[in-house]
């Protein structure tokens, strides 16, 4: 039982420490991310962070099922947006969803 105990305790401090990483410990490519989303979505930087953070991890490479990229956009958001294998193509195509949704985050399941 106190084996089961630390074990628990363990993967509790590192989730908890994972979760509340600083910008000095981003890997290079969320550091690419960062930017690309923040100099794509200006004004909105913040919230589309937020949103991609919850999506993604600001990984280009995370897919769920048809969900793909920082923002997981689906295949049929991908195929009218655009998409690509890196950080700006997929903020732009982001973007574009995001303007005409109306400058909503509606599309996303994550909410800033």
């Given at each position: 039982?106190?084996?089961?105990?630390?074990?628990?305790?363990?993967?509790?401090?590192?989730?908890?420490q994972a979760a509340s990483a600083?910008?000095?410990?981003?890997?290079?490519?969320?550091?690419?991310?960062?930017?690309?989303?923040c100099k794509t979505f200006g004004?909105?930087?913040?919230?589309?962070?937020?949103?991609?953070?919850?999506?993604?991890?600001?990984?280009?490479?995370?897919?769920?099922?048809?969900?793909?990229?920082?923002?997981?956009?689906?295949?049929?958001?991908?195929?009218?947006?655009?998409?690509?294998?890196?950080?700006?193509?997929?903020?732009?195509?982001?973007?574009?969803y995001f303007i005409d949704s109306?400058?909503?985050?509606?599309?996303?399941?994550?909410?800033?």
């Amino acid at each position: 039982m106190r084996y089961a105990t630390a074990i628990l305790l363990a993967a509790l401090a590192f989730a908890t420490q994972a979760a509340s990483a600083s910008p000095d410990s981003y890997r290079p490519y969320q550091i690419r991310a960062r930017t690309a989303i923040c100099k794509t979505f200006g004004g909105y930087c913040q919230e589309a962070l937020s949103v991609s953070w919850c999506e993604s991890r600001w990984t280009v490479t995370a897919h769920n099922g048809q969900y793909l990229g920082l923002f997981q956009m689906g295949s049929y958001a991908r195929s009218k947006y655009g998409h690509s294998n890196g950080a700006w193509g997929q903020s732009r195509a982001a973007r574009r969803y995001f303007i005409d949704s109306g400058r909503d985050w509606s599309p996303w399941s994550c909410k800033p």
